[in-house]
């Protein structure tokens, strides 16, 4: 890796987060794209997916299909402007098989396809290491999707939420065309790209799964950062770009978001040449954090003890690895705080089933809240909405057009019972993309609950209140 040279010219600089922002990584300059992987040919199925059981992934809307999406490059409209990102779909691509998403964000100054090919170390170091992990794991289908995100003027400065908004058309894209397990959504980056992934981790909590920080620090922002989200940050004493003490913050932000017990994990001495890596004790099951500190090379992703060099014989990747992982589809977190009312921001009044029916197919009205289990929402690691723990929040026959009434149903994992919880206040059907809506701007008791096209308007302004 030739990372050397590339750091030196950025090192001038005095002010340490331009610096940080504006710097390449260690993994070398971009190297030709390693041919994409494109998936193996399946015939599209009649019918939709199959209910997929409580216990099992919850897979999305392209599960049952043929892939609508290839490996390579492609193009997506976003806040109205073109964005790019490269896919990696592994090899014997199973449409039955819900996967694992790893999202992998590039430095400043570096590229996609920096990430997807590995730079000068080729296909060893591809997504920071993990491609090679997940491809050995000893399965003949690795279970593992790759994205790699083309940044603005090569960063992630996230202005006015663009970045985040290009993530969630993105992740809208992905599940619609590819079979993905929406409780293994998971984000990795360097640097600027360190600082995407936290950004993530403060305003997407419920969408993913779990985050790995390369050094970061907070570059793009933190919209929410009040709730708990796995977190693994990794950072070197010797980051002279970064401070370290911009990765602890991270850090401790999310040891306070997920309950675990304060304390100063242990270092490395300086000069040691080694790594340290520490499990928090005390978080809240489901929610881990680790924390690796490092001495010997810098501001980089891939030191390697016993020398101030890198490489992609690193041990930061089977780290990482590891972490993500450890996260089993049939076992996801406990959600935190419980059941909540959902108020609408217009009317002051709550997401109400009438009368308290449990009769699938019920419609959903606003109505005074009052604390009762007909106004008690869940939200769970598969993105469902649950009301008396076993009927589903759900767009009536699947649909994905304007009118379609949201109705209760038994839950079954299917897609038209996943929604997006967003940061913004909306709360879209991820199968459509549509924003739950009280009809006609009403805000009466009464008012049925519908999809409709997302205006920003106060009608699908929403807030989870316990």
Not at 193 to 213: E, H, K, N
Request: charge should be neutral; proline fraction near 6%; include cysteine.
């Amino acid at each position: 890796m030739k990372r050397r040279s590339l750091f030196a010219r950025l090192l001038a600089s005095t002010v340490l987060v331009t610096a940080a922002i504006g710097m390449v990584p260690g993994t070398g300059p971009s190297a030709a794209a390693a041919p994409a992987t494109t998936p193996a040919p399946a015939q599209a199925q009649a019918q939709a997916a199959t209910a997929v059981p409580a216990t099992t992934a919850a897979g999305t809307g392209g599960c049952g299909k043929a892939p609508a999406l290839a490996g390579g490059t492609h193009t997506i409209t976003s806040s109205g402007q073109n964005r790019s990102y490269i896919l990696r779909v592994p090899a014997n691509y199973d449409q039955n098989h819900p996967y694992r998403l790893v999202f992998g964000f590039h430095w400043r100054g570096g590229t996609a396809n920096d990430v997807d090919s590995g730079g000068t170390d080729g296909y060893n170091w591809s997504y920071y290491g993990l491609r090679r992990l997940a491809d050995n794991t000893g399965n003949a289908n690795n279970g593992t999707v790759f994205v790699a995100p083309q940044g603005f003027d090569n960063g992630w400065a996230n202005s006015n939420g663009q970045d985040l908004t290009f993530v969630d058309d993105m992740v809208r894209q992905l599940e619609a065309g590819l079979c993905i397990d929406t409780t293994q959504l998971f984000s990795t980056g360097f640097s600027y790209g360190g600082g995407m992934s936290y950004a993530l981790a403060c305003a997407r909590p419920t969408v993913f799964r779990a985050v790995a920080v390369y050094s970061g620090a907070n570059l793009s922002g933190c919209d929410g950062g009040t709730q708990p989200i796995a977190y693994m940050g990794l950072h070197g004493l010797r980051d002279n770009v970064l401070p370290i003490d911009l990765g602890r913050g991270l850090r401790d932000q999310f040891v306070r978001n997920n309950g675990c017990a304060p304390q100063n994990p242990p270092e490395p001495p300086s000069g040691s040449l080694t790594h340290t890596v520490t499990t928090y004790s005390g978080c809240r099951s489901g929610y881990p954090v680790v924390w690796a500190a490092f001495d010997g090379a810098g501001h980089d992703p891939g030191p390697i003890d016993g020398c101030t060099c890198d490489g992609w014989r690193t041990w930061t990747s089977g780290e990482v690895w590891k972490f993500f992982s450890q996260f089993s589809s049939t076992t996801p977190p406990p959600i935190p705080g419980g059941d909540k009312e959902i108020v609408g921001q217009a009317s002051g009044r709550c997401v109400d089933v009438p009368g308290t029916s449990t009769t699938n197919a019920t419609q959903t009205q606003l109505w005074d809240c009052h604390g009762g289990s007909n106004q008690r929402w869940t939200s769970t690691a598969g993105k469902q909405l649950t009301v008396y723990g076993n009927k589903c929040l759900d767009a009536s026959g699947q649909g994905t057009a304007n009118g379609t009434a949201v109705v209760i149903w038994d839950c079954n994992g299917q897609a038209n019972q996943q929604w997006n919880v967003n940061s913004n206040g909306t709360i879209t059907a991820a199968q459509s993309g549509l924003c739950l809506d009280a009809t006609g701007t009403g805000t009466a008791n009464g008012t049925k609950i519908q999809l409709w096209a997302c205006s920003g308007a106060g009608n699908q302004q929403w807030s989870l209140r316990g």
